[in-house]
């Protein structure tokens, strides 16, 4: 099952689809139980974040996706400096866990602010993200 965020209509895959669309828009068709996660715009790597990072959902399947963050400069990484966050979706439940990968830790700031949301619906959940794990339900 694929998830047609342009149309927001839920769709058979295996299969080619046709759509009309102008030259400013990008259709995105999505596989169901997929975790998409979307930050702010910046315009280079050091540049500093202004807004939550975004988890999109989409329903129809269990997924999962695992976020990776370094400092973006050095090797610092090798050392064991970075920091992953695995999210995890379960459909039957409509929840949505997160945990620091076995092996990060929190790199600073030790407060992330996190918007989560389910495709297709109009509400969302703003959390915060402290290395802890952490659920949230729909």
């Known amino acids: 099952m694929w998830f047609d965020f342009w149309t927001e209509e839920r769709m058979a895959g295996g299969g080619e689809i046709d759509r009309q669309v102008d030259l400013a828009t990008m259709p995105l068709h999505v596989r169901a139980g997929a975790v998409v996660p979307m930050g702010p715009v910046r315009q280079y790597a050091q540049e500093p974040v202004t807004g939550p990072l975004t988890l999109v959902v989409y329903p129809g399947a269990d997924g999962r996706c695992s976020l990776y963050e370094d400092d973006g400069i050095s090797f610092a990484y090798r050392r064991g400096d970075w ?4 999210v995890t979706w379960a459909d039957a439940s409509r929840r949505v866990a997160l945990r620091l990968a076995p092996g990060s830790r929190m790199l600073p700031p030790d407060r992330r602010p996190i918007e989560v949301r389910v495709a ?6 703003s959390v915060v ?10």
Request: glycine share 16%.
């Open 129 to 138: 993200f402290t290395g802890t794990p952490l659920t949230v339900r729909f």
């Open 83 to 86: 920091m992953g966050i695995e």
């Open 120 to 125: 297709g619906e109009a509400r969302s959940q």
